[in-house]
């Protein structure tokens, strides 16, 4: 297939772990496979990435102390620095939503939400608001005080919520659509020691779905839109019993058709296959089974924009490998990989 008919992926990696940067990628349509294009290291550990819609413009946190964001303006081949990195007044973000003329990250370190504004030509602004969260969990070295880990917004399009890992919470925010500043609206408190890393929505809108880093289960939840309400139903466990591996779960993506749901999870180095209807369901999914994640500490995992095949960014072992998915069981198949030292997470256009 000639490069000018395949789609576009990027990869964000950590440059001070040996990644390329961000790198961009053709992606076949047919088969999946990606074929890198080119990499640049403009800003320091761009470990998270998000698309403009129209795909003209791609921003990146700067997973450092200082924490910044950056914004690329996308053409053919390559991902171009467009105006400077912002500081997102917060220490180490390791996440990014867009919400309509605003960026928002999640500060891991600094435990907060940050407000970027988005200028006409893509550029960022300076920082309009930080938002911190509070609390502590029960880990006096990792759970000392907040860790804002994953900011997203509801498929509403009213709420913006705080995936937070140190107090074992999700923040919920409504959302000022005419200022992009997100009001505190109330908490949900999970399990204590769960450790929630990310949370995925269901495409019924109802749905959502909360994956832990610290212990692996996957918390379903029910979503209230009209009153921004999340209520969690129970856990599921993302590793099957009696594994002896410490399992420290990563990502978690559901599928189009609301079938299925995929979690990454790193030390025992597999994907978690869900069933939601059939022998599980919305309210309560139950694991079907393990796959490899063909590789070693699989930071993130991305569903193509067909829906068939997914992506594994193996952080350690430097590479992305893709998987066809049976429609029949959502069972991944692998299909192939490439060389992608220090992956973070990958992105479609």
């Known amino acids: 297939m000639a490069a000018k008919d395949a789609g576009r ?29 080119a990499a640049t290291d403009a800003v320091a550990d761009p470990s998270f990435l998000a698309l403009a819609r129209g795909g003209a413009v791609l921003y990146a946190v700067s997973e450092t102390a200082d924490g910044a964001a950056a914004a690329f303006a996308v053409a053919g081949g390559r991902a171009e620095l ?5 500081p997102v007044r917060g220490s180490a973000p390791t996440h990014l939503a867009l919400v309509g003329r605003h960026l928002l990250t999640a500060n891991y370190g600094s435990g907060s939400i940050t407000v970027l504004p988005v200028r006409p030509d893509g550029r960022l602004g300076e920082a309009v608001s930080v938002l911190p969260h509070k609390g502590a969990g029960p880990d006096p070295e990792r759970r000392r005080g907040p860790h804002a880990h994953q900011v997203v917004t509801d498929p509403s399009g009213r709420w913006v919520l705080g995936v937070d890992l140190g107090t074992d919470s999700v923040h919920v925010f409504v959302l000022d659509t005419a200022s992009g500043v997100p009001r505190p609206h109330g908490v949900t408190a999970l399990r204590p020691g769960t450790g929630p890393r990310h949370m995925a929505f269901h495409p019924d809108g109802c749905h959502a779905y909360v994956l832990c880093e610290f212990e692996p289960t996957l918390t379903a939840c029910r979503w209230d839109a009209q009153a921004g309400l999340l209520e ?4 599921t466990p993302v590793l099957p019993e009696g594994t002896e591996v410490t399992g420290h779960p990563s990502e978690v993506v559901v599928s189009q058709d609301g079938r299925f749901l995929w979690a990454a999870v790193r030390g025992s180095d597999s994907i978690a296959v869900l069933a939601l209807d059939g022998v599980g369901s919305v309210d309560e999914p139950v694991l079907v089974t393990t796959v490899d994640c063909g590789g070693h500490w699989p930071r993130d995992l991305a569903l193509d924009p067909s829906g068939r095949r997914l992506y594994a960014a193996n952080e350690r072992s430097g590479d992305v490998t893709w998987f066809a998915i049976d429609e029949r069981t959502g069972i991944p198949r692998r299909a192939g990989s490439i ?7 990958v992105v479609f256009a």
């Open 339 to 345: 060389e992608a030292p220090a992956a973070s997470c």
């Open 232 to 235: 969690p139903l129970g856990e």
């Open 82 to 86: 467009l105006g400077v990195p912002v």
């Open 9 to 37: 992926a990027f990869i964000g990696s950590f440059t001070s772990e040996g990644g390329r940067g961000i790198v961009t990628a053709a992606v076949d349509r047919e088969t999946g496979a990606l074929t890198v294009l």
